[in-house]
């Protein structure tokens, strides 16, 4: 890939816990403008990764960059204020905030004004807030979850919870969007919907990268995957030339993840 294409990059990723390696020199590019895919069994080291990537986790060994620039060492909040932002693997909404405070929640890096602004009855607190309302609203209407915008997160279906994550995590307008299984807990129906909105969400301007297990969107959405195991990147291609991959198809495919 073209070292010009915006992207985000890690290069050589060691990452290990107790002398147990869960990453082992793993190097990834995720450009703008595609979806990647990222897959791989059970504890190959996909969320370990985009723990290193969001700066949860601070790896051994490697860099990571973000349109050339070094992204090590700054914190979660930082790397989110350059425009990473992530959904987890379990569903991570605040349950006493309803469904439109947790999206605004999404914002915060956005804004200035901070808590007590909000609170009190100052000028620049209550137009941050309704900004910020507003572009909730938006990104809620944009998944189809208008009408569930003063709901409490529990009083929604599971596959709900999931679009209102990844509500919170586009509000802002990201440039590097990682999703970690967005499908999992979604019925067939759900994870159709999901596919042709992550469909729409894609744009010339945003690194997008999926890990999933759901071969159907991840096959149908990605321009390239990634498959990882034990820790090693095994292949990265288009979707037709990794599932033909022979090793591909004995360490993954063929499994009971399918
Ligand atoms: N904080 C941690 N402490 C110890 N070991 C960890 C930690 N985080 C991850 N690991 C280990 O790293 C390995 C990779 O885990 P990871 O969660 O990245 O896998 P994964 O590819 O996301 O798997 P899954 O598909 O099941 O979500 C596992 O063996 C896991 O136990
Ligand atoms: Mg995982």
């Given amino acids: 890939m073209d070292q010009r294409t915006r992207a985000l990059r890690g290069e050589n990723i060691a990452l290990s816990f107790g002398g147990i390696k869960v990453l082992r020199g793993l190097s990834v590019e995720f450009c703008a403008g595609e979806v990647t895919g990222l897959i791989g069994p059970n504890g190959a080291g996909k969320t370990s990764l985009f723990n290193c990537l969001t700066g949860a986790y601070q790896p051994q060994g490697g860099s990571i960059t973000f349109d050339g620039r ?3 060492g700054l914190s979660p909040a930082s790397r989110a204020s350059r425009g990473v932002v992530r959904s987890f693997q379990t569903v991570a909404l605040c349950p006493d905030l ?7 929640m999404g914002l915060a890096r956005n804004y200035h004004a901070g808590w007590l602004d909000a609170l009190l009855p100052l000028s620049r607190g209550r137009r941050e807030t309704g900004e910020m309302q507003n572009a909730a609203v938006e990104a809620l209407a944009s ?30 307008k ?9 499908a999992a807990g979604l019925n067939n129906a759900e994870t159709r919907d999901l596919t042709q909105t992550l469909r729409r969400i ?5 690194v997008m990268v999926i890990v999933e297990h759901d071969m159907d969107l991840v096959m149908s959405l990605c321009d390239r995957i990634y498959v990882i195991n034990f820790g090693e990147v095994v292949t990265c291609g288009p979707p037709e030339a990794v599932r033909r991959n022979e090793n591909v198809v004995s360490i993954y495919l063929g499994s009971d993840d399918d």
Avoid: C, H, K
């Fill in 202 to 206: 894609a744009s010339p301007d945003l």
């Fill in 143 to 172: 998944l189809g979850l208008a009408d569930a915008r003063d709901l409490f997160p529990q009083q929604l279906p599971p596959g709900m919870q999931r679009l209102v994550e990844i509500a919170r995590a586009i509000v802002g």
């Fill in 174 to 182: 990201p440039s590097v969007l990682l999703l970690d299984e967005p």
């Fill in 98 to 104: 309803t469904v439109v405070e947790n999206v605004m």
């Fill in 70 to 72: 070094p992204l090590d």
